[in-house]
C-alpha cells in the first residue's frame, strides 16, 4: 500500500497501536525509515525527548481542517464540487453548525479517553484522560464519571460522552441555545453515522476511502454508480477524499431538516430515508467467512492468491490423509464387550460436540442453504467466477469430511476418557492451519498481493437466496451427519 508521505517536521497524531499509552499523543516527523515504509515521529507531550516509529497508517496529520489519514487526495469537478460548495457554505450559516461541532468534540474526547480501544471508557481509562489533560482534583474526576456514566455500569460510551457534551451547552448557554428536539434529532444522526461506519470502514481506520463508500453502497444498495459518486461526492464536504462521521453526520442533519423527515431524492427524485440512501436499512447481504477458501474464490486465476489458497488447502489435506491412513493400517476399532461402559457412554455425548466444532462443514452447509453466487458480485470482484465459488466451497467440505472422519475414527477407536479428550485438543490445531494462513497473509507478513486480497474477504458479501425450502437444508445437513455419526458408534459397539 502506497501512501503520500508528509514532509519532515509535519506534526501528526499517533492511532491505532497496540500500546494505549501512545494512541493520541502528538509528535514531529523528523525522517523516513525502510523506503517510507517506517516514519520516525519525535513526541511532544513526553518530559523528555523520546522518538518512535510507526507505520504511515498509524499517524494522521494534524492540520488547520479536518483531520486527515494518510493516502493520496482525490479530485472531483462539475456537480458534486458544485453540491459540496452549496452544502459547506449553507452549513456555516446553519444554526445547528455548532450542535455538529460540539458533538465532533465530544467524538475526538471519547477517542483519545479509550486507550484500549474496546468501544467504552472504563473508570481507570477516564481518571487517566482527565489527569493529563485537566487538573480538576480526584473528587472532581469521579463526580465527572458518575454524572456522564448515566446507567451507572460503571463504563461510559460514546453515546453518554455526546449527551454529557450536549448538557453541558445547555447549562451554559441557558434558554439561548436550541431545543431539545434538535439535539435528540442530531442524536439520532450521530447514531446513523456510527452505524454507516460500522458497516462500511472495513479498514476500521474512522475514514471512509471513495473504494470503502462505493463498495458499501454496491453490496447495499441498487443505486447507478453516477447517483453513488454524486453521493460520495456530496458527503465529502472538505474534497479530501475521504468522509469523516462529521461529515456524514452533518448531511444526515441536513437531509432530516429539509426532508421534514419524510426522506431525501436521488435518482428520479424517489424519496427515502438516509438510512436506505445508504443501504443502512439493508440485510439482504452476509459477510464471507473469514478463511483461506474465499480468499481463492476472489482471487485472480492463477495469481500468488489462487495458488497460495491451492498449497494451504493441498497441506491441510495431505496431513489429514496421512492420519487416516495411520489409522486405519496401525489401528482397529476394539470389541464392544472390551470397551466399559462408562466410555461407551462418554463417546455416545462427544458425538454432537463432533458435528457442532466442524467449522468447514457448517460453514459448507450455511452457505448452500442461506446464499446464493450472484452476476452483481461482478462488479465489487472482477475475479469472483462462478466457479470459483463452486471450487472454494468443495474444498472447505472436502476440508470438514476429512477432519470429521478422522475425529471420528478416534472417538470410537477410544478404549478411556482421558484418550479421546487429548485426540480431541490434539487434532485442533490442524484445523485451524487455514485460518492462520489467511491472517498470516492479512497482517501482512507474506506477500503486498496476498495482503490484499486477505482484506478483500471482510470487503465482500453474498446476497441472500430467500429460498424458505433451502433455508432450512443447513439444519437437515446437520442432522443427517448426526445420524450417520450415531450409526457409526452403534456399528462399532456391535460388531
Known amino acids: 500500500m502506497s501512501y503520500n508521505l508528509p514532509p519532515e517536521g509535519s506534526r501528526v497524531r499517533l492511532i491505532g497501536l497496540k500500546n494505549p499509552s501512545l494512541n493520541g499523543q502528538v509528535g514531529q516527523i523528523t525522517g523516513y525509515a525502510q523506503g517510507g515504509e517506517r516514519v520516525m515521529i519525535s513526541l511532544l507531550d513526553t518530559p523528555s525527548p523520546s522518538v518512535v516509529k510507526v507505520k504511515p497508517k498509524q499517524m494522521e496529520v494534524l ?39 460540539l458533538l465532533k468534540s465530544a467524538d475526538e474526547m471519547f477517542e483519545m479517553a479509550d486507550a484500549s480501544g474496546d468501544g467504552v471508557i472504563s473508570k481507570q481509562e477516564f481518571d487517566y484522560y482527565m489527569k493529563r489533560n485537566t487538573k480538576h482534583s480526584k473528587e ?39 431545543g431539545g428536539g434538535e439535539e435528540d434529532e442530531l442524536l439520532m444522526c450521530s447514531r446513523d453515522a456510527d452505524a454507516l461506519f460500522e458497516r462500511a470502514d472495513t479498514s476500521g481506520d474512522g475514514y471512509l476511502s471513495k473504494m470503502e463508500f462505493e463498495l ?75 478463511d483461506v477458501y474465499n480468499m481463492f474464490f476472489l482471487s485472480r486465476p492463477c495469481g500468488q492468491a489462487f495458488w497460495y489458497a491451492l498449497l494451504i488447502f493441498a497441506l491441510k489435506t495431505g496431513l489429514f490423509v496421512i492420519i487416516a491412513i495411520d489409522l486405519l493400517t496401525n489401528k482397529s476399532f476394539p470389541d464392544g464387550s472390551e470397551v466399559p461402559l462408562l ?20 460453514v459448507t452447509f450455511f452457505i448452500y442453504s442461506n446464499l446464493k453466487w450472484s452476476p452483481v458480485i461482478l462488479e465489487l470482484n472482477p475475479y469472483a467466477y462462478k466457479y470459483k465459488y463452486h471450487l472454494g466451497n468443495m474444498m472447505r467440505l472436502i476440508d470438514g469430511l476429512l477432519f470429521l472422519f478422522i475425529n471420528t475414527s478416534l472417538l470410537l477407536q477410544a478404549v478411556d476418557i482421558l484418550s479421546m479428550f487429548l485426540n480431541f485438543a ?28 486477505a482484506n478483500d474477504v471482510t470487503l465482500m458479501k453474498l446476497p441472500r437466496n430467500h429460498n424458505g425450502m433451502l433455508q432450512v437444508l443447513d439444519s437437515l445437513l446437520l442432522f443427517v451427519t448426526f445420524v450417520v455419526l450415531v450409526v457409526a458408534w452403534v456399528l462399532v459397539q456391535v460388531l
Do not use: W
Request: aromatic share 4%; proline share 1%.
Open 140 to 178: 472532581m474526576i469521579h463526580d465527572a464519571f458518575r454524572m456522564i456514566d448515566r446507567d451507572g455500569d460503571g463504563e461510559i460510551t460514546m453515546e453518554e460522552v455526546r449527551k454529557a457534551f450536549l448538557q453541558k451547552r445547555r447549562e451554559v448557554n441557558g434558554k439561548s441555545g436550541l
Open 343 to 362: 466410555v461407551k457412554c462418554t463417546q455416545f455425548l462427544l458425538l454432537p460436540v463432533a458435528v457442532a466444532i466442524e467449522e468447514e462443514l457448517i
Open 216 to 290: 458499501h453502497m454496491k453490496r447495499n444498495t441498487k443505486h447507478s454508480d453516477i447517483a453513488i459518486r454524486e453521493l460520495f461526492s456530496m458527503m465529502d464536504v472538505d474534497n479530501d477524499g475521504f468522509i469523516t462521521r462529521d461529515e456524514v453526520r452533518r448531511v444526515f442533519l441536513r437531509q432530516k431538516k429539509e426532508s421534514g423527515g419524510n426522506g431525501a431524492g436521488i435518482e428520479g427524485g424517489e424519496k427515502m430515508t438516509m438510512g436506505e440512501l445508504l443501504g443502512l436499512d439493508d440485510d439482504d447481504m452476509n459477510e464471507l467467512a473469514d
Open 426 to 453: 490434539a487434532l485442533q490445531f490442524l484445523q485451524e492451519i487455514d485460518n492462520i494462513a489467511l491472517h498470516l497473509a492479512r497482517d501482512g507478513y507474506l506477500t503486498e498481493n496476498l495482503e490484499e486480497v
Open 63 to 101: 492540520t488547520d481542517g479536518p483531520r486527515r489519514r494518510m493516502a493520496s487526495r482525490s479530485r472531483s469537478n462539475g456537480y458534486g464540487n458544485s453540491m459540496r460548495r452549496g452544502l459547506s457554505r449553507d452549513l456555516r450559516d446553519d444554526a445547528s453548525h455548532e450542535l455538529v461541532q
